[in-house]
């Protein structure tokens, strides 16, 4: 009796282990990338349209917990806070005050917004307000 007590602590233990180690691994694939955008919700304006030249772009720095990257135009760095599949992040720094449109403003906002993540089939990061994808990047080389 005392051995199958043991037995199947033993094995909810390694079940438990194993589950969080999954989500562990979720969160690494934010790690060591740099994003690109190629889709965002909810402007008027079409995608390309807000994003003519240069499309914005984002890392995350584990260590540190801040993301980096550009809004398209000028340069960004802010903190987030990342637990399990919650994200959301903090009020962006000082950008240098190039204007190149709307897209900068629509982008930074549409952070501020975020509380989730997720990635599609395909490795695509999504940024998410609750269960709907606002932001979609890509994975791009340095």
């Given at each position: 009796m005392k051995t199958h007590f043991f037995l199947s602590i033993g094995?909810?233990?390694l079940i438990l282990n194993?589950?969080?180690t999954k989500k562990n691994?979720?969160?690494?694939?934010l790690f060591n990338t740099n994003w690109q955008l190629v889709y965002m919700s909810g402007p008027r304006i079409a995608f390309d349209g807000l994003f003519p030249n240069k499309k914005p772009e984002i890392t995350f720095n584990k260590e540190t917990s801040e993301v980096t990257g550009n809004n398209s135009c000028n340069?960004?760095?802010t903190t987030y806070t990342l637990d399990r599949k919650s994200l959301?992040?903090?009020e962006p720094?000082?950008?240098t005050m190039m204007y190149c449109g709307?897209?900068?403003s629509q982008f930074l906002g549409m952070m501020k917004r975020i509380d989730s993540y997720s990635f599609d089939v395909d490795g695509k990061l999504n940024l998410m307000v609750g269960d709907v994808p606002m932001m979609?990047?890509?994975?791009i080389q340095k």
């Open positions: 094995l909810f233990i194993s589950c969080a691994k979720e969160g690494e694939k340069g960004y760095s959301s992040f903090g720094g000082p950008t709307d897209g900068e979609r990047f890509k994975k």
